[in-house]
Nanobody, 113 residues
Framework: QVQLVESGGGLVQPGGSLRLSCAAS??????IGWYRQAPGNQRELVAV???????NYADSVKGRFTISRDNAKNTVYLQMNSLKPEDTAVYYC?????????WGQGTQVTVSS
């Protein structure tokens, strides 16, 4: 059974940091990354990393968020620094392989004082 297990969400004050993790049971992943969805908004790309290591970020998170991948653990991370209230959303892990596109269950990130 394909699984993407996310962890690391929570409540943080503005300016704070969180690190999200996504452990994948999928192999031969071509692209893996993070999307987010705030209430009333569409799901949007946050950051992705491709097999060769190239990354792509939403303009709104460039310079604050860093995506990385541990191939040995088949896990992708999202280090989020200088968090803002507008970063509040449910964050979803997504992985794309030759077998299809898969989503995690989501983890809530709330940035509030």
């Amino acid at each position: 059974q394909v699984q993407l297990v996310e962890s690391g969400g929570g409540l943080v004050q503005p300016g704070g940091s969180l690190r999200l993790s996504c452990a994948a049971s999928i192999f031969s992943i071509n692209v893996i990354g993070w999307y987010r969805q705030a209430p009333g908004n569409q799901r949007e790309l946050v950051a992705v990393i491709v097999r060769g290591g190239s990354t792509n970020y939403a303009d709104s998170v460039k310079g604050r968020f860093t995506i990385s991948r541990d191939n040995a653990k088949n896990t992708v991370y999202l280090q989020m620094n200088s968090l803002k209230p507008e970063d509040t959303a449910v964050y979803y892990c997504n992985a794309v392989s030759a077998m299809g596109s898969y989503w995690g269950q989501g983890t809530q990130v709330t940035v509030s004082s």
